[in-house]
Nanobody, 115 residues
Framework: QVQLVESGGAVVRPGDSLRLSCTSS?????????MGWFRQSPGKQRELIAQ???????TVADSVKDRFGIFRDNDKNIIFLQMHNLKVEDTAVYYC????????WGRGTQVTVVS
């Protein structure tokens, strides 16, 4: 069964940067799939914040525009979320998945921004 694995989360201060990574279990490449980064804060629904097509066309949500970027390394089957100027409201568990959300969700990676 396919497994998604997110990593890179940490406890940081406002204004800091982080890079999150996402990969999948061997034999389950997502290099030909559109992928997204999602996040979920306590009490809120999971939301799509950045997406990348298999041709690397990207879109980011207005809430993170100009601060977050998504990119991929298809040779290594990795999706990245580069986050700059983090804010307290960015605190959430971050997940990756296919854009149609059909793959099982991974455990996510926790990003906590504390002042």
């Amino acid at each position: 069964q396919v497994q998604l694995v997110e990593s890179g989360g940490a406890v940081v201060r406002p204004g800091d940067s982080l890079r999150l990574s996402c990969t999948s279990s061997p034999g389950n490449s997502f290099t030909r799939k559109g992928m997204g980064w999602f996040r979920q804060s306590p009490g809120k629904q999971r939301e799509l914040i950045a997406q990348i097509s298999y041709l690397s066309s990207t879109t980011v949500a207005d809430s993170v525009k100009d601060r977050f970027g998504i990119f991929r390394d298809n040779d290594k089957n990795i999706i990245f979320l580069q986050m700059h100027n983090l804010k307290v409201e960015d605190t959430a568990v971050y997940y990756c998945n296919t854009l149609d959300r059909r793959w099982p969700w991974g455990r996510g990676t926790q990003v906590t921004v504390v002042s």
